[in-house]
């Protein structure tokens, strides 16, 4: 019984066992680092639960980025906007710019742990990166790609004039308008997408 127990707390991260020495429980911050894996990933619901959490954790970056960015912080973001421009051009899907700026953003705030959980996370959190990258997109996907770049800007232009509750808006705006894209996906492919929510975008579900 006692060895099935600490199993059971040990799968759970709540002890761990020094070979020689015992079993002692982990401390507040001594457990493994939080990371999201691809398999966490594989669904329709796990993006748009996804989205949730970067809708919490980034719309308040956009604003602590607003107030704290630096003139060396806008350049490395609009760099990154460039970059995504000349890929989409280019006829990719632009998912390293695009998450590149995002972890630019979260650089901003001058605060590593945004920085740090964003980086955890990896490219995976962007949407399109469940996609085959070497599909070249048709016009009509040339013009979502567009229109994210255009919701990018909104935020830019939001934090190089430290407008904090801009720049909060225009990320939730952005974020939201890509769960509900993910969303009406999920319904159309029969997958249940988790709590509904107010519809903030027009876009086509298949995007």
Same mark, same amino acid.
């Given at each position: 019984?006692?060895?099935?127990?600490?199993?059971?707390?040990?799968?759970?991260?709540?002890?761990?066992?020094?070979?020689?020495?015992?079993?002692?429980?982990?401390?507040?911050?001594?457990?493994?680092?939080?990371?999201?894996?691809? *398999?966490? #990933? !594989?669904? @329709? +619901?796990? =993006?748009? %639960?996804?989205?949730?959490?970067?809708?919490?954790?980034?719309?308040?970056?956009?604003?602590?980025?607003?107030?704290?960015?630096?003139?060396?912080?806008?350049?490395?973001?609009?760099?990154?906007?460039?970059?995504?421009?000349?890929?989409?051009?280019?006829?990719?899907?632009?998912?390293?710019?695009?998450?590149?700026?995002?972890?630019?953003?979260?650089?901003?705030?001058?605060?590593?742990?945004?920085?740090?959980?964003?980086?955890?996370?990896?490219?995976?959190?962007?949407?399109?990166?469940?996609?085959?990258?070497?599909?070249?997109?048709?016009? *009509?996907? #040339? !013009?979502? @790609? +567009?229109? =994210?770049? %255009?919701?990018?800007?909104?935020?830019?232009?939001?934090?190089?004039?430290?407008?904090?509750?801009?720049?909060?808006?225009?990320?939730?705006?952005?974020?939201?308008?890509?769960?509900?894209?993910?969303?009406?996906?999920?319904?159309?492919?029969?997958?249940?997408?988790?709590?509904?929510?107010?519809?903030?975008?027009?876009?086509?579900?298949?995007?």
């Amino acid at each position: 019984m006692v060895r099935e127990a600490l199993s059971k707390l040990q799968a759970s991260g709540l002890v761990e066992t020094r070979h020689g020495v015992g079993t002692f429980v982990v401390g507040m911050g001594d457990g493994s680092a939080f990371r999201i894996a691809p *398999e966490q #990933l !594989a669904t @329709l +619901r796990d =993006v748009v %639960a996804m989205l949730e959490l970067r809708i919490g954790v980034e719309t308040e970056a956009a604003g602590l980025a607003a107030q704290r960015r630096t003139a060396e912080n806008l350049v490395v973001m609009r760099d990154a906007l460039d970059a995504f421009t000349h890929a989409v051009e280019a006829g990719r899907d632009a998912v390293g710019a695009d998450f590149q700026f995002h972890c630019e953003i979260t650089r901003a705030t001058q605060n590593p742990h945004f920085a740090s959980l964003m980086a955890s996370l990896g490219t995976m959190i962007i949407p399109r990166a469940r996609l085959d990258p070497s599909r070249p997109p048709d016009e *009509e996907r #040339l !013009a979502y @790609l +567009r229109r =994210v770049n %255009a919701e990018h800007l909104s935020i830019l232009d939001a934090i190089e004039s430290q407008d904090v509750e801009a720049a909060r808006a225009a990320m939730r705006t952005h974020l939201a308008n890509s769960r509900q894209r993910r969303r009406r996906a999920a319904a159309l492919s029969g997958e249940k997408p988790g709590p509904a929510a107010p519809a903030l975008s027009s876009d086509r579900p298949d995007l």
